[in-house]
């Protein structure tokens, strides 16, 4: 819509005499060319796109949360097995030494025995890194905070054995 008003130079035909005008335009184009139908189209299929790129999102970090889950599990079978073997390496290292200190052993086999309790030892230490590090990965992947993990790891670092 639209107005104006004025008021013309008295010298001018139809001079000194206020004047005014008033009008309203509208547009339609019936025949857009399918312009508007192919912009609505383009919409629906960027909105499924948004839509099928969320899902799969989604479903992503369902699958890495449940493998997180996984490598807890497996990391904490692995510490309690390596724990259980180190023990008995130890207590076989044990035996060894007092078999050699009887001369029923070797000294290869007092070393042996104690290269196995250290082997074992090192495992045992890894398995409890790989804990760590799939408790670690867990949180992460739930989107937990990960510094009370780190301050635990620290006072248990901090307290003497």
């Known amino acids: 819509a639209f107005g104006r008003y004025e008021w013309h ?18 547009s339609w184009s019936p025949f857009s060319g399918g312009a ?10 960027s909105a499924d ?5 969320r899902e799969a999102l989604e479903a992503g ?4 949360a ?7 599990a497996v990391a904490r079978l692995a510490v309690a097995s390596t724990t259980r073997g180190a023990a008995q390496a130890v207590e076989a290292h044990r035996i060894v030494a007092r078999k050699y200190e009887g001369g ?24 409890r890194h790989d804990l760590l590090l799939a408790l670690a990965t867990l ?3 739930r989107g937990a905070d990960l510094m009370p993990l780190a301050a635990q790891l620290d006072a248990a670092m901090s307290t003497p054995e």
């Open 61 to 64: 970090a369902r699958l890495e």
């Open 66 to 72: 449940a493998a997180a889950e996984r490598a807890l």
């Open 139 to 141: 949180r992460h992947v």
């Open 9 to 26: 130079d008295p010298t001018a035909p139809l001079g000194g005499r206020p004047m005014w005008t008033v009008g309203v335009m509208a």
């Open 36 to 45: 508007e139908l192919a912009a609505r189209r383009e919409a629906r299929a």
């Open 104 to 127: 029923l052993a070797t000294v290869a086999e007092l070393l042996d025995a104690q290269a196995t309790a250290l082997g074992a030892d090192l495992a045992a230490s890894r398995a």
């Open 49 to 53: 796109a948004a839509r099928t790129g």
